[in-house]
């Protein structure tokens, strides 16, 4: 069969080089290699190469379908987890609508238009109406200190209509009422309870005045506390000691002696306006076009 490469070169040494009984010696050259006989290699380079990115594939695939499958489980955590939130916020009481705000009609006065309570303020009317808090406190004890440096002669009035509150919000608007030059009158309209009628009959001596149909009550501060036992003693040392305060201030306001004060502040103690002037909590009652027309019936007393 014909060799498709090139023909091998031979050489057979002259007589003279060999012996008697040596076979000529040939020396054959290395036949060349062939584009045929180096594209088997390469074929199979190739065939590796192509299962490796086979794969490599495979397993791009695989890591590709495995960050789908935890998308999708973190897509369905988030919507169970949105499920019941939605569903705590239909559980939940729906807060109340918040009320509009509050317009206050306006008034003419000679620097143009002013609501009606910088009018009052104008006039040295103060209201003190609802719970008495830090904040009430700050506005009433601002109030009183602009209106004394206005002029430290005339009188302010202030209207109570208050259940009562913080003891140490009250404090600081009576020491405030004490510490002005100017007179504090005090009128009760509606109810003055608890801290609401300390400061009633806090006012200055004279001026302390109730519309007929008000409601005056007294009783002693309210209080409680929690945590350690010694901590609670303390809280209930210091509630005995703020009543010892309070008793020996309203027994100054109405004349009445401390043991009558501490017994009759040991339950609510409801009075009229009648029963409040009597007791000393106020001066006068302002006459109305019903009072003293219309005179209360008497008191039922406790079954």
């Not at 495979?58 to 789908?68: D, F, I, K, M, P």
């Not at 509606?190 to 109730?210: H, I, P, V, Y």
Request: with cysteine; net charge neutral; hydrophobic share 40%.
């Amino acid at each position: 069969m014909p060799s498709t490469g090139a023909p091998a070169l031979s050489f057979a040494l002259p007589a003279s080089a060999r012996g008697p009984t040596q076979a000529p010696v040939q020396v054959h050259a290395a036949p060349r290699t062939t584009a045929a006989a180096t594209a088997a290699p390469l074929t199979s380079l190739q065939q590796g190469s192509s299962l490796a990115c086979l794969g490599l594939a495979g397993s791009c695939a695989a890591l590709s379908l495995a960050q789908r499958r935890r998308r999708a489980t973190k897509q369905q955590q988030a919507d169970r987890r949105a499920r019941r939130t939605a569903l705590r916020a239909e559980e939940q009481p729906q807060a109340p609508p918040t009320a509009p705000p509050r317009i206050l009609p306006t008034v003419d006065s000679g620097d143009g238009k002013l609501d009606v309570m910088s009018k009052l303020l104008e006039d040295r009317i103060i209201i003190m109406a609802g719970e008495v808090k830090d904040e009430m406190a700050q506005v009433l004890i601002a109030q009183m200190l602009y209106l004394a440096s206005e002029d430290p002669e005339a009188d302010i009035t202030m209207y109570i209509n208050s259940p009562g509150g913080s003891v140490s919000a009250g404090l600081a608007i009576y020491d405030t009422m004490q510490f002005i030059p100017c007179d504090v009158a005090t009128v009760c309209f509606g109810m003055a309870a608890s801290m609401g009628s300390f400061l009633l009959a806090g006012g200055t001596k004279g001026k302390r005045k109730s519309l007929p149909n008000s409601r005056i009550m007294i009783h002693q501060p309210l209080g409680g506390a929690q945590g350690q036992a010694v901590d609670v003693r303390i809280q209930a040392q210091e509630i005995l000691f703020m009543r010892e305060i309070l008793n020996q201030h309203l027994a100054d306001f109405t004349g009445q002696t401390q043991d009558t004060i501490l017994k009759d502040c040991d339950r609510d103690n409801f009075m009229t306006p009648e029963e409040a002037k009597v007791y000393g909590l106020i001066d006068d009652i302002i006459p109305t076009k019903s009072w003293p027309r219309i005179q209360k019936p008497p008191r039922p007393g406790l079954q």
